[in-house]
């Protein structure tokens, strides 16, 4: 446990309260130390703690820690021998802990600066069950540009109401209300897991707030096929759980308008013929992309085009398993 403010950087005896870390890890290791870094340089407010949990969720090469020495209690490795999905990565952490407030991180991200813990426990305390920070891609490529835009996006729509919008890059959320909803779904393993527990937490009550100076930078490296199959897989093995446990929601998201089995035959026209063509497309965009030959605006277009494709393509492989 690491007690950190920003007159001092020793423990202190009068700390009562503590947060803990959870950081699921799956191949991306080499993020790892970037993000403990930046977790370790944090001020915290006095009385507040942390400890951090990293989960290596059967990652090929398991994780190894390299920390100071000055943290090394402060910082938990688990390791699952194999990969269960970050729902069950996430839960295991979650579970090693006991603190009354849970922050989830991306192992491939940063803390932008030495206040992010410090503005999110702000929001903590004020009141809110749940709290977001931001994503800013600080890259100076398309992929970059796409991910702050859609960073912004979310933020607009999460302010007038779209609670549910944000993503677990940057999720602290009250230990209490965290399992109260049973944590992440761990039947999800590709998809969804993130949207089905805040509409859980929306409808248990939870108060929802976002902090945009909590900024994580985000480190991977982007490309359209590692896009494409994350909405792939979405849609052939996770939509229907979530169509389930959330029919009325669902139908509201963009995602039922690329959905093979909400299709009155259109759908079902355009998966057939775009099915021998989409993987090749998103190849040849991929390199278009690599070498900026495309304004950025229209490239935009054709990103949101080839993933409502892609997904469409899963949802389909849903609906014939479930006919």
Not at 148 to 175: C, H, P, W, Y
Request: charged share 25%; hydrophobic share 40%; glycine share 6%.
């Amino acid at each position: 446990m690491t007690t950190l403010d920003k007159s001092d950087s020793k423990n202190h005896s009068t700390t009562t309260r503590l947060l803990d870390i959870v950081i699921p890890v799956h191949n991306d290791s080499h993020y790892l130390s970037n993000l403990l870094t930046s977790i370790f340089k944090q001020h915290l407010p006095p009385g507040w703690a942390f400890h951090v949990h990293v989960v290596d969720d059967g990652s090929q090469q398991p994780v190894h820690l390299d920390i100071p020495e000055r943290y090394r209690e402060a910082v938990s490795l688990i390791r699952l021998e194999r990969n269960k999905g970050c729902s069950v990565a996430r839960n295991r952490g979650a579970a090693a802990g006991s603190g009354e407030v849970i922050l989830f991180l991306d192992a491939d991200c940063s803390l932008a600066h030495e206040d992010v813990l410090a503005l999110l426990l702000k929001q903590y305390v004020s009141g809110f069950d749940v709290c977001f920070g931001q994503m800013h891609a600080s890259k100076a490529d398309f992929w970059a540009r796409y991910q702050n835009d859609l960073a912004k996006k979310r933020a607009l729509k999460f302010l007038r109401g779209e609670q549910s919008i944000m993503t677990t890059i940057i999720f602290m959320v009250k230990r209490k209300n965290f399992e109260s909803a049973g944590g992440f779904d761990e039947t999800y393993h590709f998809g969804f897991e993130d949207r089905d527990l805040f509409l859980t937490l929306i409808k248990s009550g939870a108060r929802f707030g976002l902090e945009p100076k909590a900024i994580v930078y985000h480190n991977d490296q982007l490309s359209l096929m590692s896009v494409t199959k994350k909405l792939y897989r979405s849609g052939a093995m996770s939509s229907a759980q979530f169509i389930k446990k959330h029919p009325e929601d669902y139908i509201k998201m963009p995602y039922s308008k690329a959905d093979a089995r909400y299709s009155n035959g259109g759908l079902m026209i355009l998966a057939y013929f775009s099915k021998p063509i989409l993987w090749p497309l998103v190849r040849i965009t991929d390199w278009i992309i690599d070498r900026d030959l495309l304004p950025y605006f229209f490239l935009k277009k054709l990103v949101k085009y080839l993933s409502g494709l892609a997904y469409l393509q899963g949802t389909n492989v849903s609906k014939s398993a479930e006919s």
